[in-house]
């Protein structure tokens, strides 16, 4: 048995949730934290808005609206949109004015101080007089110092590094699009460089995919380490620390909203020394999804913030996704380009939608999402099936009882067993994959079915335990129609694919 903290990457509480969100990280984690619970590990799986964030802050100015009524208004949305689809968080925190969150962010702060790796100096941050505003991130965009490629003064879409301001061209204010002045201004930064030999025998450890491996690579041999971690005069997480008040911002405190949330969890449930039992565990595994343009923070920043902190768990591993298109152009709220979850969860059932998302998945590379297809996969594929299967249930229904491979049988379940195996590892990790192997699954059982052959029952329990993290309610739903014996077969799948089935 295994422990381990499983966290997305926070949402922007600016809107609600799209299909690009969703087909990233949400539906990845969420099919990762119902693999490790069938698998018996022991999981807190966490989340949080967002508040306090820079685009937030744009969002609310051009809809005068209040910053956190705001951002108040979407984390309680996004909460919904994730239940309706089956994404089961034990806790999603709301940042906004939360004292767990704060403390949290004091805390790491201060372990990096202890460290003596906090530092700080006069440094160019631009500055529009006419809009009178700081373009630290949202409210200005120019070309990003390392790929070339327009990019806000944060954080860069295109190559995942984090801009220096100083170096980038063109600033351009969001509001009047009119070239940034400097001001100089005294921040504080977090000493990077201190932890290069660290970060790279960590990624030795902790497994990644190749791209972030080599992202890693890049930025500890040719990056900019000194970076800042506040926005003085701006926007981001008033917080006290040694009786001084910082403003620091949200890039800096994601570790510390993952600690919060499952201390708030913690207290919630009212056991609160289970936030310790996982954190400060050798043997917690903390696995993070997140788009790929939130490494330098995930990959980069915390691993080092959390190595600061004595007797925590430094297993730290990110799993990251590329964007998905929808009808070959990217997902723009603005023009209006996107389907919302809540919109098409009118049309579908939340196990197609999750089911065809996790095929289309974004994981390796920009995925495309056409809605002609997804219907076409609906109404020629998953629907007609469920029908299927759910008549041969009916009809063979003493099949069920049991699990019992005849012999031709056995070797397809072994093959489909080794294979979930194999990619529901954190290593390995794949929901493109695991959604691949049951649609290959679902084409053997079909086929079956078609030729009216009998003796399916087994391989049909397999199919819907393997496949519950993809598709819940139905397998959900079957296995306690027909009493199956979820146990026993999550017994048989953790076996060594040498032991024979009896
Ligand atoms: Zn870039």
Redesign the pocket.
């Known amino acids: 048995m295994g422990k381990y903290i499983v966290t997305i990457a926070p949402p922007t509480p600016n809107g609600n949730l799209h299909l690009g969100h969703i087909s990233g990280p949400f539906l990845a984690a969420d099919i990762f934290n119902r693999i490790r619970r069938l698998k018996n590990d022991d999981v807190i799986f966490v989340c949080y808005s967002d508040d306090y964030q820079d685009y937030v802050v744009r969002k609310a100015m051009q809809q005068n609206m209040g910053r956190f009524e705001l951002a108040t208004h979407f984390a309680n949305r996004i909460d919904a949109t994730l239940k309706k689809t089956n994404i089961h968080l034990d806790w999603f925190l709301k940042a906004y004015q939360n004292d767990f969150y704060k403390d949290a962010i004091a805390f790491f702060y201060k372990m990096a101080a202890e460290k003596g790796v906090l530092a700080s100096r006069d440094c160019e941050v631009p500055y529009s007089a006419e809009d009178n505003v700081y373009g630290y991130e949202a409210f200005a965009r120019g070309t990003?110092?390392?790929?070339?490629?327009d990019?806000d003064p944060s954080q860069?879409?295109?190559?995942?590094?984090s801009?220096v301001m100083e170096k980038m061209g063109d600033l351009l204010s969001i509001f009047s699009q009119k070239k940034m002045g400097f001001e100089t201004i005294n921040r504080e930064y977090l000493r990077l460089d201190h932890y290069k030999d660290y970060l790279k025998n960590h990624f030795k450890r902790n497994i990644v995919r190749e791209e972030l491996q080599q992202f890693v690579q890049e930025v500890i041999s040719n990056g900019e380490l000194d970076w800042y971690i506040d926005r003085p005069r701006a926007y981001g997480i008033d917080v006290e620390i040694n009786g001084e008040t910082k403003i620091i911002h949200t890039w800096f405190s994601g570790l510390a909203g993952y600690y919060a949330a499952t201390k708030e969890y913690a207290h919630h449930i009212g056991n609160p020394g289970l936030h310790d039992e996982f954190w400060k565990s050798t043997d917690t595994r903390i696995v993070n999804f997140l788009g790929f343009d939130c490494s330098f923070s995930h990959a980069i920043v915390y691993p080092s913030l959390l190595s600061n902190a004595p007797g925590h768990t430094a297993n730290w591993a990110p799993i990251t996704n590329r964007f998905l298109k929808l009808e070959g152009g990217d997902f723009s709220t603005s023009r209006g380009h996107a389907i919302w979850v809540d919109d098409i969860l009118e049309e579908v059932s939340s196990d197609a939608l999750r089911y065809y998302l996790a095929i289309v998945s974004p994981e390796y590379q920009v995925e495309n999402f056409e809605k002609q297809k997804f219907m076409e996969w609906l109404d020629h594929w998953f629907n007609p099936f469920i029908e299927q299967l759910g008549n041969y249930m009916e009809k063979h229904a003493d099949e069920f009882t049991a699990i019992n491979f005849s012999d031709a049988s056995s070797s397809a379940a072994a093959y489909y067993r080794d294979t979930w195996n194999r990619y529901t590892e954190s290593a390995t990790f794949s929901i493109g994959k695991l959604a691949q192997l049951q649609q290959e699954f679902l084409q053997t059982l079909k086929s079956a079915m078609d030729a009216g052959q009998s003796g399916l029952g087994s391989l049909i329990q397999v199919y819907l335990v393997m496949g519950k993290p993809i598709h819940p309610e139905l397998s959900e739903k079957l296995i306690s129609l027909y009493n199956i014996k979820e146990p026993v077969l999550v017994n048989w799948l953790l076996t060594d694919s040498n032991v024979k089935v009896k």
């Open positions: 990003c110092n390392y790929c070339g490629e990019s860069c879409e295109a190559c995942a590094n801009p």
